[in-house]
Antibody, heavy 118, light 111 residues
Framework: QVQLVQSGAEVKKPGASVKVSCKAS????????INWVRQAAGQGLEWMGW????????GYAQKFQGRVTMTRNIAINTAYMELRSLRSDDTAVYYC???????????WGQGTLVTVSS | QSILTQPPSVSGAPGQRVTISCTGS?????????VHWYQQLPGTAPKLLIY???NRPSGVPDRFSGSKSGISASLAVTGLQAEDEADYYC???????????FGGGTKLTVL
């Protein structure tokens, strides 16, 4: 069974950066893209981008290009999402999710709350 | 504003049938990309409910079903139960954006 376990909640000041991790269990880490999706309180799901654990290739939603970097460490089955120049409207729960080749997200992390406040 | 449009809320009594619509455009659903549905209970991560427009992962009751036609898709829930009260999201791929898109979500209330 696949499990995605994310790092704990973060509180950051405006202008700072945050890096969230997502550790995958099992032997299939390099076989599926890891995507990041965020959700502000009371709002819907917003797709941010993906990282291919095997190649390190990435793709980002236009809204986040230039401000987000997604990376991975194959040795420890972990993907990362770093968001820079944080603003108050970046306050949200950030989820990692595994992308099935059928273009759907079949496994999700538990979510990481990032709060941006002065 | 979400690329895929869902009604903000739907409701039904226990045992009834409800449907949730998801309307896209020619660059996503209308381009032939599959629609997938997720259920999100309060305070939890989304859970895959329907994939490939009408396939259920193991463990999802057959009370849930999906369909797709043209630029729209629908999720149907029959035999409503109190435990079905949750937020539901549709998702597809958009070729113009080169990325994945979600609907704005629909809150299902069991009366």
């Amino acid at each position: 069974q696949v499990q995605l376990v994310q790092s704990g909640a973060e509180v950051k000041k405006p202008g700072a950066s945050v890096k969230v991790s997502c550790k995958a269990s099992g032997k299939t880490f390099t076989s599926f893209d890891i995507n990041w999706v965020r959700q502000a309180a009371g709002q819907g799901l917003e797709w941010m981008g993906w990282v291919n654990p095997n190649s390190g290739n990435t793709g980002y939603a236009q809204k986040f290009q230039g401000r987000v970097t997604m990376t991975r460490n194959i040795a420890i089955n972990t993907a990362y999402m770093e968001l820079r120049s944080l603003r108050s409207d970046d306050t949200a729960v950030y989820y990692c999710a595994r992308l099935n080749p059928g273009y759907y997200f079949d496994y999700w992390g538990q979510g990481t709350l990032v709060t941006v406040s002065s | 504003q979400s690329i895929l449009t869902q009604p903000p809320s739907v409701s039904g009594a226990p045992g009834q049938r409800v449907t949730i619509s998801c309307t896209g455009s020619s660059s996503n659903i209308g381009a032939g990309y599959d629609v997938h549905w997720y259920q999100q209970l309060p305070g939890t991560a989304p859970k895959l409910l329907i994939y490939g427009s009408n396939n259920r992962p193991s463990g999802v009751p057959d009370r849930f079903s999906g369909s797709k036609s043209g630029i729209s898709a629908s999720l149907a829930v029959t035999g409503l139960q109190a435990e079905d009260e949750a937020d539901y999201y549709c998702q597809s791929y958009d070729s113009s954006l080169s990325g994945w898109v979600f609907g704005g979500g629909t809150k299902l209330t069991v009366l």
